[in-house]
């Protein structure tokens, strides 16, 4: 299962399952649920059970896969489970006959419609069946949905320190607001800046970054006026439409509306403006429940992928780093964790130093996350070596995030100058007790908390419990 997959899998298994016979009334998500979401073996017992009257026994099932093959059992299970997870199948339990699974009715029926066509669902989209006058072809598409797109990446990477690109526009506020609350940016001290799960976004393929962001969005939904079931259906229905079609927005429901504005936003469809009756899918649309791969065609280039889809950069001993490119966008990402030194029109030039990382690494990126984006973009002049990043550069990099972590800096304050150890003694197990003890040296009747009301009120109750108290804002 693919990243993207994965994504959105684990979106639809917090799903009730009121939820998904919902869902399952839609052909196009019954279809884009098996098609996406299912390993192959699943899809062939799914396909075993569609066009029969009987419930399948479980010993029919097992029947084939190899019982020496401990893989294949394992397999076997793992797809059960899986199916029922999905709401998928049922389990159907009589007196005196062996275990059977059917598949859940609405499930089955909208697959079979989806495979066979036929009804008036309309969940595949529909066509305008008039001429368009301000008519837009797919050159057109690719073009807004990359712009867009690449105004969101520019934004989470510009937003630690990079600046922005004159030939950039910012994403919306909605977007914006999206991306803090998802957790891939923080907002501090009235700056904005990226975290450790950003970074993760960034090193993700494509449709990957469309699913984590569309599942943030599928998650605010409620907060948003919007119906949890009609947004996510929608979302698969662009998933079967025809890239550079123009569809109806006369058969979309008042939440799926709302949607278009949003999706605009994200690169996703294309409408003219917000009343228009017509709404095309990009690229990014068209590809949402099929293989990742194609986004990275000609037509579709991952920003932060070389333009001929292998790697870029060059590690040297001496910490230096040469990457062969002119993406604005991967040249802000190395910003991010190296400092720049000479810059030509394929080319730049910079080095890896211990400020560079140190100051990556209290934007939340950590070592880890740098050596694997060096490794994933390494070019293909390194790859003949293992391994592949010297060995050198790699340890030093950690080594420099465990510099930071050697001291924790705490605030709070120091509690000294009982007058017995009785009273110090007691303190200290209340302080314990309470979960606001840091630290306490018995010898010198000593102790550091990070709670002084609560304390206070404890050692006033205590005659002679404590002379004085002394704040510190860094302790060991």
Request: hydrophobic residues 40%.
């Amino acid at each position: 299962m693919s990243v993207s997959s994965l994504r959105s899998f684990e979106y639809l298994e917090t799903l009730q399952g009121s939820t998904f016979r919902k869902l399952y009334k839609q052909p196009s998500t019954a279809l884009a649920i098996f098609r996406r979401m299912l390993p192959h073996l699943a899809k062939s017992f799914v396909m075993a059970m569609l066009y029969v009257t009987q419930p399948l026994t479980v010993v029919e099932l097992e029947s084939w896969v190899k019982p020496e093959s401990k893989r294949q059992v394992s397999e076997k299970t793992q797809t059960l489970l899986l199916l029922s997870r999905l709401h998928m199948v049922t389990s159907i339990s009589e007196p005196g006959s062996p275990p059977a699974l059917a598949l859940t009715q609405n499930f089955a029926a909208s697959l079979r419609l989806a495979l066979t066509g036929g009804g008036d669902h309309q969940s595949f989209g529909v066509p305008c069946d008039t001429p368009d006058s301000h008519q837009v072809d797919i050159e057109f598409l690719d073009d807004f949905c990359r712009f867009q797109w690449e105004g969101i990446l520019h934004y989470v990477v510009g937003s630690a320190g990079v600046g922005q690109r004159d030939a950039i526009v910012e994403p919306g506020d909605n977007v914006k607001q999206l991306l803090i609350s998802g957790g891939l940016m923080q907002r501090a001290g009235g700056v904005t800046s990226i975290t450790e799960t950003g970074f993760s976004f960034l090193l993700q393929e494509v449709n990957a970054q469309v699913w984590t962001l569309l599942v943030l969005f599928l998650e605010r939904s409620a907060n948003l006026d919007l119906n949890e079931v009609e947004a996510l259906s929608f979302l698969f229905t662009l998933g079967s439409l025809e890239l550079g079609q123009d569809y109806s927005t006369a058969t979309l429901t008042n939440s799926q509306l709302s949607m278009l504005s949003h999706l605009k936003d994200f690169g996703i469809v294309y409408q003219r403006k917000a009343t228009s009756d017509r709404f095309y899918p990009t690229r990014l649309a068209t590809t949402l429940t099929s293989d990742a791969g194609a986004l990275r065609g000609a037509s579709f280039q991952n920003s932060l992928q070389a333009s001929d889809g292998k790697g870029f950069i060059l590690v040297e001993t001496n910490y230096r780093i040469y990457a062969y490119t002119s993406s604005t966008l991967q040249i802000a990402v190395l910003e991010l964790f190296a400092k720049l030194y000479m810059r030509f029109p394929n080319m730049v030039s910079a080095r890896i130093t211990r400020d560079s990382i140190q100051g990556a690494i209290k934007r939340g990126i950590t070592s880890d996350q740098i050596i694997s984006y060096l490794t994933t973009h390494a070019h293909p002049q390194m790859r003949k070596q293992m391994p592949i990043l010297p060995p050198t550069v790699v340890d030093q990099i950690r080594l420099w995030q465990i510099e930071n972590e050697r001291m924790k800096t705490t605030t709070g304050f120091l509690f000294q100058d009982f007058a017995s150890y009785a009273a110090y003694d007691s303190a200290v197990k209340y302080a314990e007790e309470i979960g606001v003890l840091v630290w306490h040296l018995n010898s010198k009747q000593k102790f550091f908390a990070t709670d002084l009301r609560q304390l206070k009120e404890f050692l006033n109750k205590k005659p002679g419990g404590i002379d004085q108290h002394k704040e510190r804002r860094h302790a060991p």
